[in-house]
Nanobody
Framework: QVRLVESGGGLVQPGGSLRLSCAAS????????MGWYRQLPGKARELVAT????????TYARSFEGRFSISRDTAKSTVYLQMNRLNIEDTAVYYC?????????????WGQGTQVTVAS
């Protein structure tokens, strides 16, 4: 099993920056990629970005390109999401995900989420 723990959420002013972290543990060798989703109040979860663990290849949802940046530290089994120029519409719960491949099946594991609130 893979377990994910997010950290780094909190309150930030509009225009500010925040960096989220997601640490994976357990069967980390089975993880192909990790990433971030977010869920705005009353909305469905939406993809923010993913990154492959071996090559570090990032993929962004178009609306986040240039403002958010995903990276990983394979030694720490940790993925980061650097968020810049935050605005009130970025207020959401941010979830870390891991795309896991095993001999039996492929699946996605979710973290518990971390709240990001952008307010003045």
């Amino acid at each position: 099993q893979v377990r994910l723990v997010e950290s780094g959420g909190g309150l930030v002013q509009p225009g500010g920056s925040l960096r989220l972290s997601c640490a994976a543990s357990g069967s980390i060798w089975s993880i192909d990629a990790m990433g971030w989703y977010r869920q705005l109040p009353g909305k469905a979860r939406e993809l923010v970005a993913t990154i492959t663990l071996v090559h570090g290849t990032p993929t962004y949802a178009r609306s986040f390109e240039g403002r958010f940046s995903i990276s990983r530290d394979t030694a720490k089994s940790t993925v980061y999401l650097q968020m810049n120029r935050l605005n009130i519409e970025d207020t959401a719960v941010y979830y870390c995900i891991a795309e896991v491949s095993t001999d039996n099946r492929d699946y996605v594991t979710w973290g518990q989420g971390t709240q990001v609130t952008v307010a003045s």
